[in-house]
Nanobody, 124 residues
Framework: QGQLAESGGELAQAGGSLRLSCAAS????????MGWFRQAPGKEREFVAA????????VYEDSVKGRFTISRDNAKNTEYLQMNSLKLEDTAVYYC?????????????????WGQGTQVTVSS
């Protein structure tokens, strides 16, 4: 059984940066689709970004394009979400997820593995 564990969420100032980590264990996710989602209080879980590591295809939600970047350290079996130019509306619990492609990047139910989430709070 594979497991995902996010870390790196914390309180940050608007305009600042954070890097979230998603550590994978229990199996190789090297050729999976890895997605990032977020959920703010009272709102549904929404898509942030995804990369299909078997094809290299990468998709970002419009509001994070140019600010967020997905990367991976294969030696550490860890995926990262670099978040720059943070905005108040980026405040949410962030989740990483994994699923076998091809899949619908934008739909949470497409992903089989999920982490527990990490809280990102952006203050003014």
């Amino acid at each position: 059984q594979g497991q995902l564990a996010e870390s790196g969420g914390e309180l940050a100032q608007a305009g600042g940066s954070l890097r979230l980590s998603c550590a994978a264990s229990g199996r190789s996710f090297s050729r999976y689709v890895m997605g990032w989602f977020r959920q703010a209080p009272g709102k549904e879980r929404e898509f942030v970004a995804a990369r299909d590591w078997s094809t290299g295809s990468t998709v970002y939600e419009d509001s994070v394009k140019g600010r967020f970047t997905i990367s991976r350290d294969n030696a550490k079996n860890t995926e990262y979400l670099q978040m720059n130019s943070l905005k108040l509306e980026d405040t949410a619990v962030y989740y990483c997820a994994a699923g076998r492609g091809p899949l619908n990047y934008y739909t949470p139910s497409s992903y089989y593995y999920w982490g527990q989430g990490t809280q990102v709070t952006v203050s003014s």
